[in-house]
């Protein structure tokens, strides 16, 4: 149980464009949904922390402006990249609160965000 | 300041060896969760194992072991018998219990390469 799907698993977008990413869970409802930003060899980097039905709560430093999470059920929460960059490039995980197994929490299985 | 610290950026090990990650931590919280997780090069986080700040005993899940020295602040994973499979990143991971955030924060990670 307790498993989160990410979509999709890569994109390749231009500058400019917007690009959305989904993280639906599918055996339980996450009231609260973590979005992480991994650079090349580097650590997992919280973004913001989405509650459903409430705005997101951004780490200091990330944008909300660019970076539009939206959390509308209990079991979708979404990141849009907008008017992404080449420096936007990067891969982007969800994880879910769960209140199960793992201790409380599920990743699900990034995205490799690529702008050219 | 770094909550947490991973000092080996990277480690060898022959296959059927045991390896000892090192992760220690900075938390003025009494009530806390330490994590490891495995990322593969394919980028999901897989949970290994988790220790709370009251276990009286260290963790264990299969080949993984927690070596938890509370005063020192210190929590390394110890894989035992490394299989070639075990070649990934590795992640130590805190959770604060006490602030109500759920949140995680990532220490920078250990790649491990298993050898034959």
């Known amino acids: 149980g307790a498993v989160v799907s990410q979509h999709p698993s890569r994109v390749i977008c231009k500058s400019g464009t917007s690009v959305k990413i989904e993280c639906r869970s599918l055996d339980f409802q996450a009231t609260t949904m973590f979005w992480y930003r991994q650079f090349p060899k580097q650590s997992l980097m919280l973004m913001a922390t989405?509650?459903?039905?409430?705005?997101?709560?951004?780490e200091q430093g990330v944008e909300k402006d660019k970076f539009l999470i939206n959390h509308a059920s209990l079991t979708l929460s979404t990141l849009t990249v907008t008017s992404a960059h080449p420096e936007d490039s990067s891969f982007y995980i969800c994880?879910?609160?769960?209140?199960?197994?793992?201790?409380?929490?599920?990743f699900g299985s990034g995205t490799r965000l690529t702008v050219v | 300041a770094q909550k947490i610290t991973q000092t080996q950026p990277g480690m060898f090990v022959q296959e059927k060896e045991a390896v000892t990650l090192d992760c220690t931590y900075d938390t003025s919280d009494p009530s806390y969760g330490l994590f490891w997780y495995k990322q593969p090069s394919s980028g999901e986080m897989i949970f290994l194992i988790y220790q709370g700040s009251y276990d009286q005993q260290n963790a264990t899940e299969g080949r993984y072991s927690l070596n938890f020295q509370k005063a020192r602040k210190s929590a390394n994973l110890v894989i035992s018998a490394s299989q070639l499979g075990d070649s990934a990143m590795y992640f130590c991971a805190m959770r604060e219990l006490s602030t109500g955030f759920q949140k995680l924060v990532f220490g920078t990670g250990t790649r491990l390469l298993v050898s034959p």
């Open positions: 989405s509650n459903e039905g409430s705005k997101a709560t951004y």
């Open positions: 994880s879910a609160s769960t209140g199960q197994s793992n201790y409380g929490y599920t």
